[in-house]
Antibody
Framework: QLQLQESGPGLVKPSETLSLTCTVS??????????WGWIRQPPGKGLEWIGS???????YYNPSLKSRVTISVDTSKNQFSLKLSSVTAADTAVYYC???????????????WGQGTLVTVSS | DIQMTQSPSSLSASVGDRVTITCRAS??????LAWYQQKPGKVPKLLIY???TLQSGVPSRFSGSGSGTDFTLTISSLQPEDVATYYC?????????FGQGTKVEIK
């Protein structure tokens, strides 16, 4: 059973860079044929897709966040990471990493989700 | 970019009622649509993919239909454990946009 776990600071100061890592267990990023994703949810609001990454490092991002987002992958550690720069209070959210099911190829829906981690942007 | 619009934003229905939620895409997305259920304080759960395919383990009272721009999620007989917010998501191409959500409550 695939499991994902987000980790990183729960508090980030305004204008700084938010950094999170998703550790995958029960499966291998390097042997996958689909895009792994980051999604966020501000308190009391809906889901927003941030971006996705392929095992090769190919990425695509939400246009609304593209100028501030970098997603990377470390297949040796079976992890992928999110960096969001110049954060403001509007970036306060629960951040989820997620994966499609193993039979998916390319773009797909998300079947496996991490538990989510709340990141608060505040001084 | 394609926008996903759900309606209604919220609804209240009685146990046993048939509930229908609509998701409309601003452009055609074939059947590349998924539905998720998110209970309060919980992680989203995949219910339906390819517009109408029920994910394994999901009760058969849930069903999905539609293609192109108009999609529906139906709960045939609402149960207390179905209280949640439901989201649609397009996945034909990036951006993988979610609808704004529909909150379902028991009357």
């Amino acid at each position: 059973q695939l499991q994902l776990q987000e980790s990183g600071p729960g508090l980030v100061k305004p204008s700084e860079t938010l950094s999170l890592t998703c550790t995958v267990s029960g499966g291998s990023i390097s042997s996958s044929s689909y895009y792994w994703g980051w999604i966020r949810q501000p308190p009391g609001k809906g889901l927003e897709w941030i971006g996705s990454i392929y095992y090769s490092g190919s990425t695509y991002y939400n246009p609304s966040l593209k100028s501030r987002v970098t997603i990377s992958v470390d297949t040796s550690k079976n992890q992928f990471s999110l960096k969001l720069s110049s954060v403001t209070a509007a970036d306060t959210a629960v951040y989820y990493c997620a994966s499609p099911p193993s039979y998916c190829g390319g773009d797909c829906y998300f079947d496996y989700w991490g538990q989510g981690t709340l990141v608060t942007v505040s001084s | 970019d394609i926008q996903m619009t759900q309606s209604p934003s919220s609804l209240s229905a009685s146990v046993g009622d048939r509930v229908t939620i609509t998701c409309r895409a601003s452009q055609g997305i074939s059947n590349y649509l998924a539905w998720y259920q998110q209970k309060p304080g919980k992680v989203p759960k995949l219910l339906i993919y390819a517009a109408s395919t029920l994910q394994s383990g999901v009760p058969s009272r849930f069903s999905g239909s539609g293609s192109g721009t108009d999609f529906t999620l139906t709960i045939s007989s609402l149960q207390p454990e179905d209280v949640a917010t439901y989201y649609c998501q397009k996945y034909n191409s990036a951006p993988l946009t979610f609808g704004q959500g529909t909150k379902v409550e028991i009357k």
